[in-house]
C-alpha cells in the first residue's frame, strides 16, 4: 500500500487523546492547492464546514482542524480559520470552545528541510549528472513563485548541480522540466514531490525517459502521522489555555500577494484576527 493510500481515511475518522482524559479530539484535514486530497482532507469552504458539522454532532469531544499544506498556502491556512470563527457563532453560549485550528502542517522551512533530504537520497548515486525537478500543482503567481525560492535554496545548501521547478498543469510543465535539464547538460533527473499527490503526468514523463526517476512521497505514512501528532497535541494545548488557534490563522495571509498601498502618510489600520494595529 503507498503512503497515500495508507493516509487515506476519512475527514473526521482520525481522533486523537484529548487534554485531562476528556472526550477524544476529532481531526478533520483541510485541503488546498498541494494535493491534500490525497491523504483524505476536504477543500476548504463547505466541505471543511459540513465535515466539521458532522464531527460536532458525532462526538462531545473537540475537534481540531489543521491545514494540510507544506507552506505554500497561506490562503487554506485562513479559510479555515475562518470556517472556524463562523462555525463558533453557533455554539451555545457559556459552553466551553470545541473548536480549535492547528498550526500548518509545514512550513516553507520544513519544506525545504524535507525537500534536501528528499534530493540527496534521489541524486546520491550520481550527484554530478544528476538534475533534481521539484515537483508540485500549478496554484497562483505568487505560490509559485514561493517554490522556485525552496528550490533555490534546496541547490544552495546542498550538493547538487541542478534544481529545477515544474508545475502540474503550470508553466513549466513537467515534460519542460525534464527537457531543461537535459539542456543544462543532466544525463539523469528524478522527481521529487513537493505536494502530497504525485504529478498527474509522472507516469507518462518515466516511461518514456527510462533516465527520469520518479521517488515517490516526499513523506512516508508514518511521518506524516507523526507531524499531525504534533500539531494536533499543540492544538488542544492552546485550547485548554484558551486560545483556539483562529486568531494566527486569520493572519495567515497577510504580507502575501500583492503589496497595498497605504497613501500618502504611509499608513494603514486595518483589523488582523483579534486586535487592529497601525503602520
Given at each position: 500500500?503507498?503512503?497515500?493510500?495508507?493516509?487515506?481515511?476519512?475527514?473526521?475518522?482520525?481522533?486523537?487523546?484529548?487534554?485531562?482524559?476528556?472526550?477524544?479530539?476529532?481531526?478533520?484535514?483541510?485541503?488546498?492547492?498541494?494535493?491534500?486530497?490525497?491523504?483524505?482532507?476536504?477543500?476548504?469552504?463547505?466541505?471543511?464546514?459540513?465535515?466539521?458539522?458532522?464531527?460536532?454532532?458525532?462526538?462531545?469531544?473537540?475537534?481540531?482542524?489543521?491545514?494540510?499544506?507544506?507552506?505554500?498556502?497561506?490562503k487554506l491556512i485562513?479559510?479555515?480559520?475562518?470556517?472556524?470563527?463562523?462555525?463558533?457563532?453557533?455554539?451555545?453560549?457559556?459552553?466551553?470552545?470545541?473548536?480549535?485550528?492547528?498550526?500548518?502542517?509545514?512550513?516553507?522551512?520544513?519544506?525545504?528541510?524535507?525537500?534536501?533530504?528528499?534530493?540527496?537520497?534521489?541524486?546520491?548515486?550520481?550527484?554530478?549528472?544528476?538534475?533534481?525537478?521539484?515537483?508540485?500543482?500549478?496554484?497562483?503567481?505568487?505560490?509559485?513563485?514561493?517554490?522556485?525560492?525552496?528550490?533555490?535554496?534546496?541547490?544552495?545548501?546542498?550538493?547538487?548541480?541542478?534544481?529545477?521547478?515544474?508545475?502540474?498543469?503550470?508553466?513549466?510543465?513537467?515534460?519542460?522540466?525534464?527537457?531543461?535539464?537535459?539542456?543544462?547538460?543532466?544525463?539523469?533527473?528524478?522527481?521529487?514531490?513537493?505536494?502530497?499527490?504525485?504529478?498527474?503526468?509522472?507516469?507518462?514523463?518515466?516511461?518514456?525517459?527510462?533516465?527520469?526517476?520518479?521517488?515517490?512521497?516526499?513523506?512516508?505514512?508514518?511521518?506524516?502521522?507523526?507531524?499531525?501528532?504534533?500539531?494536533?497535541?499543540?492544538?488542544?494545548?492552546?485550547?485548554?489555555?484558551?486560545?483556539?488557534?483562529?486568531?494566527?490563522?486569520?493572519d495567515a495571509e497577510?504580507?502575501?500577494g500583492y503589496a497595498?498601498?497605504?497613501?500618502?502618510?504611509?499608513?494603514?489600520?486595518?483589523?488582523?484576527?483579534?486586535?487592529?494595529?497601525?503602520?
Amino acid at each position: 500500500m503507498s503512503a497515500a493510500a495508507a493516509e487515506r481515511t476519512g475527514p473526521t475518522e482520525r481522533t486523537r487523546p484529548a487534554p485531562a482524559g476528556g472526550p477524544p479530539a476529532a481531526v478533520v484535514l483541510g485541503a488546498g492547492h498541494e494535493g491534500g486530497a490525497a491523504l483524505g482532507a476536504v477543500p476548504a469552504g463547505r466541505p471543511l464546514t459540513e465535515a466539521v458539522t458532522a464531527a460536532l454532532a458525532a462526538s462531545t469531544g473537540p475537534v481540531c482542524v489543521v491545514p494540510m499544506t507544506l507552506g505554500r498556502d497561506p490562503k487554506l491556512i485562513a479559510d479555515c480559520a475562518r470556517a472556524l470563527r463562523w462555525l463558533a457563532r453557533a455554539e451555545e453560549p457559556g459552553e466551553p470552545g470545541r473548536l480549535v485550528l492547528a498550526p500548518p502542517f509545514a512550513t516553507a522551512d520544513h519544506l525545504t528541510a524535507w525537500l534536501r533530504t528528499a534530493a540527496l537520497r534521489a541524486v546520491r548515486s550520481a550527484p554530478r549528472t544528476s538534475a533534481v525537478l521539484v515537483t508540485a500543482p500549478a496554484a497562483g503567481p505568487f505560490e509559485d513563485a514561493d517554490l522556485f525560492r525552496v528550490a533555490r535554496l534546496v541547490r544552495q545548501y546542498g550538493a547538487h548541480r541542478w534544481v529545477e521547478v515544474a508545475f502540474d498543469g503550470g508553466d513549466p510543465d513537467l515534460a519542460e522540466g525534464v527537457e531543461r535539464c537535459r539542456r543544462l547538460g543532466a544525463r539523469h533527473v528524478a522527481l521529487v514531490r513537493a505536494a502530497f499527490a504525485p504529478p498527474e503526468d509522472a507516469t507518462d514523463v518515466t516511461a518514456a525517459d527510462a533516465d527520469v526517476l520518479d521517488t515517490g512521497p516526499l513523506l512516508g505514512a508514518a511521518a506524516i502521522e507523526e507531524v499531525l501528532r504534533s500539531r494536533v497535541a499543540h492544538a488542544l494545548h492552546g485550547l485548554a489555555h484558551g486560545d483556539d488557534g483562529t486568531g494566527a490563522g486569520l493572519d495567515a495571509e497577510h504580507g502575501h500577494g500583492y503589496a497595498h498601498a497605504h497613501g500618502p502618510s504611509g499608513g494603514h489600520d486595518h483589523p488582523h484576527g483579534h486586535a487592529h494595529h497601525h503602520h
